[in-house]
């Protein structure tokens, strides 16, 4: 899928300008004029190619429908997962496996038909992998010009190393 415009609302509330807003504002920009992203990693191509079909999957219990994330600059999000964190809850299984996968679609508006972001978290080798990616694949890019891809995205490191459950704040495995 391919995103050539984007609503002025969802600009505004970029990820990359940490800025919240509504998108009740139909105005267009052209996509040139949008927050910085570049092409993914090869790492990151693959964890996209993973997670392709993601809608398919469960979703947190916790957030079943879009709901306003404050951690997610007040985003809406929904949250879904592979049969590995699946599992994990089932059996209250932490640390969560290599494997696991979480897929979070950011939207400007709780009424927005596409997303326009993807937050992925991806088990790998006993640690996190970050990604936010615009639908499309591409890999938004930070303040400093940096991709927000890898194991040590501070934007997400920072807010998710608080969580005692295995960076992840959704859901409690104890439980």
């Keep these: 899928m391919s995103i050539s415009r984007i609503s002025k609302g969802a600009f505004l509330a970029s990820i990359v300008f940490f800025i919240s807003c509504s998108s009740d504002d139909e105005e267009?920009?052209?996509?040139?004029?949008?927050p910085a992203a570049v092409e993914a990693s090869v790492v990151s191509n693959e964890i996209f190619t993973k997670a392709q079909g993601y809608q398919s999957w469960s979703k947190f219990a916790a957030n079943q429908t879009r709901m306003k994330s404050v951690t997610h600059m007040n985003m809406y999000v929904l949250t879904y997962h592979n049969d590995i964190v699946a599992n994990a809850i089932v059996n209250k299984t932490l640390p969560l496996p290599d494997g696991a996968l979480i897929v979070k679609e950011n939207y400007a508006a709780v009424i927005d038909?596409?997303?326009?972001?993807?937050?992925?978290?991806?088990?790998q080798q006993g640690d996190w992998y970050w990604l936010q990616a615009m639908p499309d694949g591409k890999v938004f890019l930070d303040d400093q010009r940096k991709p927000l891809e890898g194991k040590d995205v501070a934007m997400c490191v920072s807010c998710h190393r608080k969580s005692s459950n295995d960076a992840v704040m959704l859901h409690d495995f104890t439980m």
């Design 113 to 123: 038909s596409m997303p326009m972001a993807l937050t992925i978290m991806y088990k």
């Design 28 to 34: 267009t920009i052209p996509m040139s004029d949008a």
